[in-house]
């Protein structure tokens, strides 16, 4: 037998909160690779295990790297090609507020 401290997740790609993120993306002119089931756990999977709640793990708009470790990073301006910080936060307010006035949340 196998045990981890946390548990695989997995949400469905037709899930409300999956679609509504793809879109926030889409009119970002970012396209994005789909990976319903997580083999591993962390700490996120418990939002899935314990509260039955969708996770997208691993998303946004920007760059960074290394983790959790010394030489993690986060690049603070765009280049034109890849975006900075000011686009990840407007990502992210965009997708809270079409999560938070959606039929999804109600």
Known sequence: ???AQHEPMRTASDDAFVQIALQVL????VSASLWPTSGGGGPWSLFDAEFGMPVL???GLGYG???GMPGEFLALDQNGKL???EQ???FY???LTRVSSSPYTN
């Open 1 to 3: 037998e196998i045990t």
């Open 26 to 29: 889409a009119e970002r002119g």
């Open 57 to 59: 793990f691993d998303l």
């Open 65 to 67: 790297g290394n983790a």
């Open 83 to 85: 975006a900075g910080l």
């Open 88 to 90: 990840a936060e407007e």
């Open 93 to 95: 307010c965009d997708l």
